[in-house]
């Protein structure tokens, strides 16, 4: 169970989502950004953290990198969608689902503890899902999961829409930027691309949204 000092997460927005399949963050192919990225880096053995996964098969890349993946996602049905979909075996303790080199954590990410930082974290779409208000929690226990060392690629998006119209939320890049930087992590931008919003987001005025990648390599 969550502490009760930590704020609410929308869990019920998101198992909504779930439930209703409309998953429309979910990308069948391999995030092009993450791919680009990490193609020249060698993850043999590397730890990589995913938080708020999804059933992401981003983490399949990983896997094929020869990296051991811990993936966060607290609506079980997509951690058991993830490994049914990819035909993969798995055993099941508690909370956490095993199989080949994936650890996935169906459960809260605020009740998630591991006492060595990862060397890798891969964050898609993760911090939009916090509001303003919510955000420094977010970063003060990814903060406990990761360290200086910890190579760090992570995407968000910005708009020129209201603050509190989400999830997904809007994350400056400077806001990011700066939330890691009191971790001692200092974020550069990787790549930025402007594309029309959505229909929904349209509807409330805003006409387009920054998708950005940040990272702590070059
Ligand atoms: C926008 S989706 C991104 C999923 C994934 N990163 C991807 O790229 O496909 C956010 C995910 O976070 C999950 N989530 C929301 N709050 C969470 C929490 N407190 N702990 C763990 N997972 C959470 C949701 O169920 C949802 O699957």
Redesign the pocket.
């Known amino acids: 169970m969550?502490d009760n000092t930590l704020p609410p997460?929308?869990?019920e927005f998101?198992?909504d989502?779930?439930k209703e399949g409309v998953?429309r963050?979910?990308?069948k192919d391999y995030?092009q950004a993450m791919v680009h990225f990490f193609r020249d880096i060698d993850l043999k053995n590397k730890t990589v953290l995913?938080?708020?996964?999804?059933?992401?098969n981003?983490i399949l890349f990983f896997l094929e990198k020869g990296a051991h993946v811990t993936a966060?996602?607290?609506?079980e049905g997509?951690v058991m969608a993830f490994f049914n979909e990819n035909n993969i075996p798995f055993t099941k303790k508690d909370h956490t689902y095993s199989g080949q080199n994936i650890t996935f954590y169906a459960?809260?990410?605020?009740?998630?503890k591991n006492h060595i930082p990862f060397d890798v974290m891969y964050?898609?779409?993760?911090q939009?899902?916090?509001n303003q208000e919510n955000r420094p929690a977010y970063y003060a226990h990814m903060s406990t999961l990761i360290d200086k060392h910890t190579i760090l690629f992570l995407g968000a998006i910005d708009h020129q829409g209201p603050h509190d119209y989400g999830?997904?939320f809007k994350i400056s890049p400077e806001e990011v930027m700066s939330a890691y930087k009191n971790m001692g992590i200092f974020l550069e931008m990787v790549s930025s691309q402007m594309n029309a919003a959505s229909e929904k987001m349209q509807a409330v005025g805003i006409e387009e949204v920054q998708t950005y990648f940040l990272s702590n390599i070059q």
Do not use: M
């Open positions: 969550s997460t929308p869990k998101w198992s989502v779930w998953i963050f979910h990308q995030n995913i938080p708020l996964a999804g059933k992401t981003d966060i996602e607290f609506y997509a459960g809260d990410f605020f009740d998630y964050d898609r779409a993760s939009v899902v916090f999830p997904p």
